[in-house]
């Protein structure tokens, strides 16, 4: 086993040949959902394309931050006693920055994780990343892809199918 000394769990990777090959791996517990939470819960939009839309409506948050935290923290943190808030509002603000500070919030706590795996690598003698390869629902959104790439400051890699769960699925099943 592996040790991480920037907060992520040491689990096993895979066996084979009776050699076990361990990762360090972290959660992030609420990235897509705060999409939906926008959607479902503040009628932000019909669709997460909707939401993404008035997201992009606006050049930034306006000094909105929404902690995303409906189930608590997860890597590096481990806070699962903290609750979600909306901070900075102002008489200026609207759903448009809400909807921009949620988005924000997905590649703020994406960071988080992969810098703490970034650190635990270098400290082990292996390289950073390089490329961040995403799929799922949440990289479709150019914006959100974008900003991740630009805090990373790595290129942001999607597949040409961005479900790739729901297809290696498909895979299975045939």
Known sequence: PIAS???LLTTVGWQR???TTYCLEGAVFIAGAIVQWL???LLAGRSSAEVAALADSVPDSGGVTLVPAFAGLGAPHWR???RAAILGLSRGSTLAHIA???????????????DAMNRSAVARGNTPLRELRVDGGAAVNDTLMQWQADLLGIP???PQVVETTALGAAYLAG
Not at 100 to 114: K, P, V, Y
Request: hydrophobic content about 45%; charged content about 30%.
């Open 39 to 41: 959607r479902d819960g």
């Open 5 to 7: 000394h920037h907060r």
């Open 156 to 158: 942001v890699l999607r």
């Open 17 to 19: 040949a009776g050699r």
């Open 80 to 82: 699962p006693d903290v």
């Open 100 to 114: 921009r500070a949620g988005i924000e919030a997905m590649a703020l706590q994406s960071f988080d994780l992969i």
